[in-house]
């Protein structure tokens, strides 16, 4: 009779823990509505450091409109833009505790996690935009995804940024003696730090977010990004310069909490896989879209463009070549050679 009432008592306190944090969570987004049943509703918290113009944020739109179509409506995906809910670092981070659920970083904030995703930061590594996106959709790409796991990250796709060009303020840069001196903004990454180091620049890391600020109060003299962001965010407001340097294609990676991923049914989990892969179609289409059209548009809003012909822009790649040697043997040189020879492969079909 003690027993059983001991058993009740555990029962009671236990279903109190259930319904408490069923409460508890509703608001944070975790599973609702109690235990088990198909009625179970997920909430997706989707945030980024880009402004709601970006290609990404379309991207996200796409995935959005089909994760909640088809869950039929049992997965609600909530967006969030501009750093709302922080910069890419602290948002991959609240993914890793599951407070928040889907991000999607420039893949240089992910070498802190893994440093083979350094490889997307060797300058001048992908001859086109085509060969980029077969790399990162094969297999080793894959395999860094999968890499992921281990520190709580559910690798969903690849997405596009592009590549990465650089602004300032100062002068029309056309060599690498020009970039001499040039304050730049660079992602927190230690392959880019190198890179602009090795050019004779004064390399600044700094988030996302706070970029913006940090130009136009003259903190930096410049930065790099894709033409898109550089557009869409508005710099021809606080830079005079475009280089079109190619320096470095690092793509997006889209980002899920592995906590969040896990409490997923299998059939919601397939929903959010595919709903990954067909807004990464849409989103490479729109990003390469607007790379064509407003590279126009920084002339058009008062930007000097310039192009750089190959010899000048082989100038650079020598010039940062000590970059790719010192990496190559801290990643490690038997991968990267791996990297390369996949690379040559695609690029030769
Ligand atoms: C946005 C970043 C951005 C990246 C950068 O959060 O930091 O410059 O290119 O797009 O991921």
Not at 125 to 132: D, K, Q, Y
Not at 184 to 210: K, S, W, Y
Not at 288 to 307: D, H, K, N, P, Q
Request: charged share 25%.
């Amino acid at each position: 009779m003690k027993k059983m009432k001991k058993l009740v008592v555990v029962m009671l306190v236990l279903s109190l823990i259930v319904a408490m944090v069923g409460c508890s969570s509703a608001p944070s987004g975790d599973s609702q509505g109690g235990a088990g049943g198909d009625q179970e509703k997920y909430v997706i918290r989707a945030g980024i450091g880009l402004n709601d113009q970006h290609p990404q944020f379309k991207g996200l739109e796409v995935f959005k409109e089909y994760v909640e179509r088809e869950s039929n409506g049992r997965i609600e995906v909530q967006l969030f833009h501009s750093s709302q809910l922080g910069d890419d670092i602290q948002m991959m981070e609240a993914l890793q505790l599951g407070s928040q659920e889907v991000t999607c970083p420039s893949s240089a904030p992910i070498t802190s996690i893994d440093k083979r995703f350094m490889i997307f930061d060797l300058p001048f590594l992908f001859p086109t935009e085509e060969v980029a996106s077969d790399f990162v959709d094969g297999p080793l790409g894959q395999e860094l995804l999968d890499g992921l796991e281990e520190h709580g990250l559910v690798g969903l796709a690849y997405w596009e940024n592009g590549y990465r060009h650089l602004t300032n303020n100062v002068r029309e840069v056309q060599t690498p003696a020009d970039m001499n001196g040039l304050k730049i903004r660079t992602m927190e990454n230690q392959v880019h730090l190198d890179f602009f180091r090795a050019l004779g620049a004064n390399p600044t890391p700094m988030p996302f977010g706070e970029l913006f600020t940090a130009m136009q109060q003259g903190v930096v003299d410049g930065q790099e990004n894709p033409v898109p962001t550089i557009y869409l965010q508005n710099y021809p407001e606080v830079q005079k310069y475009t280089t079109l340097t190619g320096h470095v294609y690092s793509p997006f990676v889209l980002l899920m909490s592995k906590i969040f991923w896990d409490g997923l049914p299998a059939d919601l989990q397939e929903v959010v896989e595919d709903g990954a892969l067909v807004a990464r179609d849409e989103q490479r289409r729109i990003s390469r879209e607007y790379t064509e059209e407003l590279t126009e548009g920084l002339r058009e809003a008062g930007m000097t463009v310039t192009e750089l012909t190959p010899e000048q822009q082989r100038a650079f790649q020598e010039a940062t070549s000590s970059t790719v040697e010192k990496f190559r043997n801290e990643i490690g040189a038997e991968y990267v050679e791996e990297v390369l020879a996949e690379i040559e492969r695609l690029s030769n079909r």
